[in-house]
């Protein structure tokens, strides 16, 4: 029995959510009335738009550049009215904008019936996602019971979607749940996405839409194999998160990394276009039955984890907030944390248990993902080895939901399959080892993990209270989460923010819309 074991008082939970609506109102409303170049294109590829021109840029960025005046009116009515102008099909329309073709030239015709018809262009593709969905609802229910608890999460890394294939396959058949890609360093800050399958990355893969349906097939043949679903994650995050959000729904990935902040902080993109693309990418999301994983570990990596735990949670309500606005259900959102303090802290292993255990309790409907020590690994494997049994130990008492498996080499080099065979191994022994433990034990009501969940409570709502008075980009100006400061007006994409016109039309915004119940 997990939850209710620290006594934490509902009132405080209430008014942190509270506060997290509030504070999140406003920006909502900026969403609302803005769209970006990501958005629109996303939504291209959702109308089934495809195919690169002869120097690698993709057609639906093509089309969104030469639309760039008229984006306003959002890019799918003049990409349908190409459609009803030409008389071309959309394989051959598509390879004339490749060849130079621009849309934009066309005058445009009747309206109402360019919408009707990029609507039924929408439909389709929506029918192909929920195919997907289908699958892998049915799936999970023939296989359910089958994975472990928590699942199993691991990454591949190599660069080259074959021999990430390799490693992806030989961990689920070790007994990986969660088998991710990490995209290749920097990708996050292209403002298009690559097309097909890629052999070169430097710290990870390219995220294309043909090395996702590359690597849903290599895992499927596992799953099939051992009857146990193998669930696949990439990132739906940085200048292109909307279209890479596209693009898993239509290649059945199962989770996405999609979190409110990340960007802003960790890769300075523009917090007005990450806020408008994180919400459209997260309606898509919650469409397809997608699983978010969010992004608060990484506060850990950049401040101190015993002194600024109180931001995790802060983020926490903050990412759920988001979340139920653009009509995720709690079981889809995987709010993150970490195992993260420095462990010379005597007793840090409890105040990481307090952690853990607080974050279940106060989002006990919610697949939480827990993170293993990073920022305070060494060289040293075996002393990385205790590290991650002692995090694993944590995992299994406060009863989390996917966990990302600690690696011995990790602050090494990239892992190797073995690397990754152990951490498997070594999680299983510790949590078959006490599988049971976290109905058997409690604590003590005035004991150190108690006092210190309640201590975290009562300053996330005191820092929560702050940023509701100043509001939420203004606490992002002022270095307030993760010790990082970022200007509403710099980073990287504000240029791609695109304000909505009078005649703005999105199918597939409004399907979502309304699909989501979010009318």
Not at 470 to 497: H, N, P, Q, V, Y
Request: with cysteine; charged share 25%.
């Amino acid at each position: 029995m997990t939850h209710n074991k620290l006594n934490l008082p509902g009132e405080k939970i209430d008014r942190a959510r509270e506060l997290a609506k509030n504070i999140c109102a406003p920006v909502l409303d900026f969403i609302d009335v803005h769209t970006t170049v990501t958005v629109e294109r996303a939504t291209l590829r959702l109308l089934g738009v495809d195919g690169v021109s002869s120097v690698g840029v993709p057609v639906p960025n093509l089309i969104v550049d030469a639309l760039s005046d008229k984006l306003g009116e959002g890019a799918a009515i003049w990409y349908s009215n190409a459609l009803l102008q030409t008389g071309l099909d959309q394989s051959e329309l598509d390879k004339r904008i490749a060849r130079g073709f621009n849309i934009a030239s066309l005058p445009m015709g009747d309206r109402a019936r360019a919408q009707e018809y990029a609507t039924r262009l929408a439909q389709r593709q929506f029918a192909r996602i929920d195919a997907n969905r289908a699958y892998r609802e049915a799936r999970l229910e023939e296989y359910r019971g089958n994975s472990h608890s928590p699942l199993l999460y691991l990454i591949v890394a190599t660069g080259n979607i074959y021999e990430d294939v390799k490693q992806a396959q030989a961990a689920a058949l070790a007994g990986a749940d969660v088998i991710a890609v990490i995209r290749t360093t920097a990708q996050s800050l292209l403002d298009y996405v690559p097309f097909g399958s890629t052999t070169e990355g430097f710290g990870g893969t390219y995220a294309t839409q043909e090395n996702f349906r590359i690597m849903r097939r290599a895992l499927d043949e596992v799953m099939e194999r051992e009857k146990r679903y193998i669930y696949q994650t990439n990132y739906a995050s940085g200048l292109c998160m909307p279209e890479i959000a596209a693009m898993g729904a239509l290649e059945r990935l199962d989770m996405m990394l999609n979190d409110s902040m990340y960007g802003i902080l960790f890769r300075d993109i523009n917090m007005y276009r990450t806020f408008v693309d994180q919400r459209f990418s997260r309606m898509i999301n919650a469409y397809s039955g997608i699983i978010i994983n969010t992004g608060e570990d990484n506060y850990l990596t950049t401040s101190d984890g015993f002194e600024k735990a109180y931001t995790v949670l802060a983020s926490q309500f903050l990412n759920e907030r988001f979340a139920y606005a653009a009509g995720l259900r709690p079981w889809q959102m995987g709010l993150g944390h970490a195992f993260e303090m420095d462990p010379s802290i005597e007793n840090g292993v409890l105040y990481e248990l307090a952690q853990a255990q607080m974050a279940r309790e106060i989002f006990p409907e919610h697949p939480l993902k827990y993170m293993p020590p990073t920022k305070h690994m060494s060289g040293d494997i075996f002393r990385g080895l205790v590290m991650d049994s002692m995090f694993n130990f944590v995992s299994k008492a406060t009863g989390q939901d996917i966990h990302l498996l600690g690696m011995l080499t990790e602050a090494i080099h990239t892992p190797f399959m073995m690397d990754r065979h152990i951490a498997v191994e070594s999680a299983l022994y510790v949590m078959n080892g006490v599988a049971s433990i976290a109905d058997e034990i409690e604590f003590k009501p005035d004991g150190l993990i108690v006092r210190r969940a309640h201590d975290v409570l009562d300053r996330t709502v005191n820092f929560m209270e702050e940023i509701g008075r100043i509001g939420l980009m203004e606490s992002i100006e002022r270095a307030m989460f993760a010790d990082i400061s970022r200007s509403r007006t710099g980073g990287k994409g504000f240029e791609g923010l695109v304000e909505k016109g009078e005649n703005y039309f999105n199918p597939v915004e409004s399907t979502l819309t309304r699909s989501l119940g979010l009318a």
